[in-house]
Nanobody, 121 residues
Framework: QVQLVESGGGLVQPGGSLRLSCAAS????????MGWYRQAPGKERELVAN???????YYADSVKGRFTISRDNAKNTVYLQMNSLKPEDTAVYYC???????????????WGQGTLVTVSS
């Protein structure tokens, strides 16, 4: 069974930093896009950042220059380094990967369980 396990959320003061991790476990052949989404109370889920297998990245305008996404293909893990955090960054953060179990399978979209990030003084 393939699953994504997130870690690294918590409470941080404005201006502080946090690093989120999301590890994919199970029988995995390859992972294409790895990404982070977030959902704040009363708002829709939004894409924060993603990174393709070739290394190209995308960032939402609201986090450009503050967040950095990276991946370790050997560990099937994606990271989100969040600096200069603001109260408006408060949300549940979810990772999502496009995973292929065998070379013949299509890519499946998998989601983590979510980790809460609270930015408050």
């Amino acid at each position: 069974q393939v699953q994504l396990v997130e870690s690294g959320g918590g409470l941080v003061q404005p201006g502080g930093s946090l690093r989120l991790s999301c590890a994919a476990s199970g029988n995995i052949y390859s992972i294409n896009v790895m990404g982070w989404y977030r959902q704040a109370p009363g708002k829709e889920r939004e894409l924060v950042a993603n990174i393709r297998s070739g290394g190209s990245t995308y960032y939402a305008d609201s986090v450009k220059g503050r967040f950095t996404i990276s991946r370790d293909n050997a560990k099937n893990t994606v990271y989100l380094q969040m600096n200069s955090l603001k109260p408006e960054d408060t949300a549940v953060y979810y990772c999502a990967d496009y995973v292929r179990i065998t070379p013949k399978d299509p890519y499946l979209e998998l989601w983590g369980q979510g980790t809460l990030v609270t930015v408050s003084s």
